[in-house]
């Protein structure tokens, strides 16, 4: 049931890194993890694994986030997400697994592009806007769990507070989550193998993200945020398919 011990201790490994950006910096995580966990269990696993852990280890987060969180306009785009999830799960499901791994990756490169360019949306939140940004964060996280960067950019660049940016981003994820959960649980990709890997990762996770903040205060933040482009960069790199021919 478990996988070989060298595609175990990739998914280990790119746990903690994927947990440590988290624990830093709020975002990363997927975009660190996917890549390698897919080449060494295949995307129908990663999206789901990392979707568990991640959820489960930040539950404490929600409480103070539902209290801070402009409600009304997280549950807007959850409400777009609802419309895209489904589709990318049907990719998941569906599209050739090397095919779905060159995407991930694709996608991988495009949303650190976007991240790194600083390009904010500066406009105020608009209805029809912001379901769409949720359905296309919808449509990432049901493919690859990617769906974070586009809200990221969408949220961050307006006149909100900071504490209620990163409210909204806790409980918008968290409800992503749960759209995200009940269609891989439809679609059968939560499965006891998945499970079972979710209970060996969410420690090594966890501890990821304790080590991040941690860190915070040991290096400045646009120090760090360049240090997870890297890893971003080399986890979308070292993922594609290009390299199975050489294992």
Same mark, same amino acid.
């Given at each position: 049931?478990?996988?070989?011990?060298?595609?175990?201790?990739?998914? !280990?490994?790119?746990? !903690?890194?994927?947990?440590?950006?988290?624990?830093?910096?709020?975002?990363?995580?997927?975009?660190?993890?996917?890549?390698?966990?897919?080449?060494?269990?295949?995307?129908?696993?990663?999206?789901?694994?990392?979707?568990?852990?991640?959820?489960?280890?930040?539950?404490?987060?929600?409480?103070?986030?539902?209290?801070?969180?402009?409600?009304?306009?997280?549950?807007?785009?959850?409400?777009?997400?609802?419309?895209?999830?489904?589709?990318?799960?049907?990719?998941?499901?569906?599209?050739?697994?090397?095919?779905?791994?060159?995407?991930?990756?694709?996608?991988?490169?495009?949303? !650190?592009?976007?991240?790194?360019?600083?390009?904010?949306?500066?406009?105020?939140?608009? !209805?029809?806007?912001?379901?769409?940004?949720?359905?296309?964060?919808?449509?990432?996280?049901?493919?690859?769990?990617?769906?974070?960067?586009?809200?990221?950019?969408?949220?961050?660049?307006?006149?909100?507070?900071?504490?209620?940016?990163?409210?909204?981003?806790?409980?918008?994820?968290?409800?992503?989550?749960?759209?995200?959960a009940a269609i891989y649980l439809l679609g059968g990709l939560l499965g006891?193998?998945?499970?079972?890997?979710?209970?060996?990762?969410?420690?090594?996770?966890?501890?990821?993200?304790?080590?991040?903040?941690?860190?915070?205060?040991?290096?400045?933040?646009?120090?760090?945020?360049r240090a997870c482009f890297v890893l971003i960069g080399l986890a979308a790199?070292?993922?594609?398919?290009?390299?199975?021919?050489?294992?």
């Open positions: 049931m478990l996988p070989e011990t060298p595609a175990l201790l990739v998914t !280990l490994g790119a746990a !903690l890194a994927a947990g440590l950006a988290r624990g830093f910096s709020g975002f990363g995580a997927a975009l660190i993890f996917i890549p390698p966990a897919s080449a060494a269990l295949g995307p129908q696993v990663a999206a789901p694994l990392l979707l568990l852990v991640d959820n489960v280890t930040t539950l404490p987060l929600l409480p103070p986030a539902w209290r801070l969180a402009n409600r009304r306009e997280a549950m807007t785009l959850a409400g777009g997400a609802l419309l895209g999830a489904p589709f990318g799960a049907w990719m998941l499901l569906h599209l050739p697994g090397d095919l779905l791994r060159w995407g991930i990756c694709v996608l991988a490169v495009a949303m !650190l592009a976007l991240l790194a360019s600083g390009w904010r949306y500066h406009g105020r939140p608009a !209805l029809p806007l912001s379901l769409g940004v949720g359905a296309a964060a919808g449509l990432c996280s049901g493919a690859a769990q990617l769906g974070g960067p586009p809200v990221v950019a969408y949220w961050l660049g307006g006149a909100l507070p900071a504490a209620q940016v990163r409210a909204n981003l806790v409980l918008f994820f968290a409800l992503n989550g749960l759209i995200s006891p193998r998945t499970l079972l890997l979710a209970a060996l990762m969410a420690p090594v996770y966890a501890l990821g993200i304790w080590g991040g903040s941690r860190l915070f205060g040991l290096a400045s933040e646009a120090t760090f945020r790199l070292l993922g594609l398919p290009l390299w199975d021919g050489l294992k």
